[in-house]
C-alpha cells in the first residue's frame, strides 16, 4: 500500500504538508473543509511520526515534528509566525494512493494542540553543510506544562477533617512496593 | 536557469533514476515481505561518476567544468541537467499530449496521458523510454515510462514520477533531449592528478523546492 501523511495546522490561513515529494490536492472530509485543498510536498517531514499513541483514558501524548528542506526565508517566516501557531489544532492524517500514485482514500489518525516552534541548525562533519530544521512541539489536550503534580492525602490531612477517623494512620508506613493485608488485624 | 550537459565532462557512469522511500511492512512468519511507497510517487536522482577530463591539450574541458560548479553555488542554484541517456535513439519526435487521463486538478500527479507522437520518428516508443515535459512554474521534468498502449489518435504513457505542477491538452512532449530542473548535492571537488586531468563524480537530485 503506497501512503503517505498529512499534517493540518489550523492556523487562520491553515498550514497543510504532506510528506509527499510533490504536492497534492486532498478532498474535503470532516477534518479537511475545503476541497481539493493543497497539501505542500517537497520539504520533507523527516521526523517526529514514528508512532502515534492512540489515547484512551486521557493518557497524555506529546511529539515533535521535524520538517527539512528549509530555506533560511522560510526560518525566518517561521519565527515570525511562530505566536500565531500557538494552540493551534494539528490534525494527522493518512493519505493512501492506487497502484497510479493517485488518492484514493485519507484517514485522520490523531489530534494535537501546538505548542511550540523552534528552528534548528544542526552543524554536522566539518566541510559538510549544517542541517536546517524546524521543529513543532505539539501535545494531547491532556498534557499542559502548569499541571499540578500529584497530591498526596496523608493521615494528618484526614484528622484534620475528622480527628477521630485512623482510616489513613498506616499511609506513611506505605512505601511503592510494599503490600499490606485488608481487614482487621490478625 | 543554467544548462548542465554531462555528455561534455566524459562520465563514464551516468545513472538516472526516479527513487523514493520504500516502506517495509515486515516479514511475515511465512518469509512474505509487503512493500509499499512513502513519498507519492518518486523523485529524481542523477550519479554521474568516473569521468576523464582535462589533459594537456583539453585544458578547457577543467575550466568548463570548474565554471560550471561555481555557477552551482554548492547546490542553491537549480539547473536543468540533461540526462544525455544513450537508449534515447529519438529525432525530431516531440509528441503532444491529446488526453490527460487521470491526476488532478490541472493535471497534478497525473501519471498516464494520451499523446501523439511527432512526425518524423527517429524510434518507435517502447516502454522504459523517458521524456520531457516544460512546466510553467516547475520548469523542465524528467519522466520515465512504464507502459505504453496503443489507444485512438496515439499513445497512452504510464509513467513516473507523478507530474509536477500540471499538464494540459496542447502541451509538448519531448522524447529527444530528456532533461530536468535538479541540485547539485555533492561536494563539487574536483582532485586533478598532475594538475591536469580531473575525474570528478556528482550527484543531482530533483529540485522540489517551491517555485516562488
Not at chain 2, 54 to 70: F, P, S, T, V
Request: aromatic share 6%; net charge negative.
Amino acid at each position: 500500500m503506497n501512503r503517505s501523511v498529512l499534517i493540518r495546522i489550523a492556523t487562520p490561513t491553515p498550514a497543510r504538508i504532506a510528506s509527499t515529494v510533490n504536492n497534492i490536492r486532498i478532498p474535503a472530509d470532516d477534518i479537511e473543509t475545503t476541497d481539493a485543498a493543497l497539501y505542500l510536498g517537497g520539504g520533507m517531514v523527516i521526523g517526529g511520526l514514528d508512532h502515534l499513541e492512540q489515547l484512551i483514558n486521557g493518557i497524555a501524548d506529546r511529539i515533535d515534528i521535524i520538517v527539512s528542506g528549509v530555506t533560511p526565508q522560510t526560518q525566518a517566516l517561521a519565527l515570525s509566525e511562530a505566536d500565531d501557531v500557538k494552540g493551534a489544532t494539528i490534525d494527522i492524517g493518512v493519505v493512501f494512493f492506487d497502484g497510479a500514485f493517485q488518492v484514493s482514500s485519507v484517514q485522520w489518525m490523531a489530534q494535537y494542540r501546538a505548542d511550540k516552534l523552534s528552528i534548528d541548525r544542526t552543524p554536522t562533519s566539518s566541510g559538510k553543510a549544517p542541517d536546517r530544521t524546524i521543529s513543532l512541539s505539539m501535545g494531547s489536550d491532556d498534557t499542559g506544562r502548569s499541571r499540578s503534580p500529584n497530591a498526596y492525602f496523608t493521615d494528618a490531612d484526614q484528622r484534620r477533617r475528622s480527628s477521630t477517623d485512623a482510616f489513613f494512620s498506616h499511609v506513611a508506613g506505605i512505601n511503592q512496593g510494599t503490600s499490606r493485608l485488608f481487614g482487621p488485624n490478625q | 536557469m543554467t544548462d548542465f550537459y554531462p555528455c561534455h565532462f566524459n562520465f563514464l557512469k551516468i545513472d538516472p533514476r526516479v527513487v523514493g522511500a520504500p516502506i517495509s511492512g515486515g516479514t511475515a512468519l511465512n518469509g512474505y515481505e509487503d512493500r509499499g511507497e512513502g513519498s507519492g510517487g518518486g523523485f529524481w536522482r542523477l550519479d554521474l561518476s568516473d569521468s576523464g577530463i582535462g589533459g594537456r591539450n583539453h585544458k578547457d574541458e577543467l575550466l568548463a567544468y570548474r565554471a560550471a560548479q561555481a555557477g552551482a553555488l554548492n547546490g542553491s542554484n537549480p539547473e536543468t541537467v540533461h540526462f544525455s541517456d544513450p537508449l534515447i535513439p529519438f529525432a525530431g519526435a516531440a509528441g503532444v499530449v491529446i488526453t490527460v487521463v487521470n491526476g488532478q486538478s490541472g493535471g497534478l500527479n497525473a501519471t498516464i496521458i494520451d499523446v501523439t507522437p511527432g512526425t518524423g520518428v527517429g524510434a518507435a516508443l517502447v516502454a522504459g523510454m523517458r521524456f520531457t515535459l516544460v512546466h510553467s512554474t516547475w520548469g523542465a521534468r524528467a519522466y520515465e515510462t512504464s507502459a505504453i498502449a496503443t489507444v485512438s489518435g496515439g499513445k497512452r504513457l504510464t509513467f513516473i514520477p507523478p507530474i509536477r505542477g500540471g499538464v494540459t491538452v496542447g502541451d509538448a512532449v519531448d522524447f529527444d533531449d530528456i532533461r530536468c530542473r535538479m541540485r547539485r548535492v555533492s561536494d563539487p571537488s574536483n582532485l586533478l592528478g598532475m594538475g591536469l586531468i580531473g575525474t570528478p563524480s556528482l550527484t543531482f537530485q530533483e529540485d522540489m523546492r517551491q517555485p516562488s
